[in-house]
């Protein structure tokens, strides 16, 4: 029997990373996350792309036309959605998940959601670094081994 598990090298892959802004004072910190995780894992700064969208909405289809440009070996989703008084919260959270999902789901490269939904801005924040680790940098490490099985598939 053998087993396949990604390694945690980001030595030589080109990753995506798409930023929803809406909220960004927090998302920032989710991108600054990944560039820290990056870099602890051998990625070069060349290596590493970052896409500014408006808001969560617009994520996906960003995804969608990196992995059609075939130049990345992984990407990461990254943004901040904070419960508000409306259903808004829901659509946005529910939707933008379920679009990210079925772009990983077509297994062409690794696509990692790494959105933050929180109920307030404190959750939010405590995310992003303070408290509960950041969103960002464990997106990026999954992104980093996902794609390194990918390659060891091949």
């Known amino acids: ?21 809406f909220n960004s004072f927090v998302g920032d910190r989710l991108v ?16 590493m792309d970052v896409y500014r969208v408006p808001g969560a909405y617009e994520i996906a ?18 943004g901040v959605i904070i419960q508000g008084e409306t259903p808004h919260f829901d659509y946005v959270a529910g939707n933008s998940a379920k679009a990210i999902m079925e772009l990983s789901s077509e297994g062409g490269i690794p696509v990692v959601y790494g959105i933050v939904t929180a109920g307030d801005l404190e959750q939010a924040i405590d995310r992003a670094g303070v408290k509960m680790g950041n969103k960002g940098y464990t ?4 992104a980093v081994e996902m794609a390194n099985l990918y390659k060891d598939m091949k």
């Not at 289809?61 to 990254?78: P, S, T």
């Not at 997106?139 to 999954?142: G, K, N, V, W, Y």
């Open 1 to 21: 029997m053998k087993t396949y598990e990604g390694k945690l090298d980001a030595a030589g892959l080109k990753i995506g990373v798409i930023l929803g802004k």
């Open 61 to 78: 289809g960003v995804a969608r036309k990196l992995m059609q440009a075939g130049k990345h070996d992984a990407l990461i989703c990254v």
């Open 32 to 47: 600054e996350g990944a560039k820290d995780a990056f870099y602890q894992l051998g990625g070069k700064d060349e290596n």
């Open 139 to 142: 997106s990026l490490m999954t």
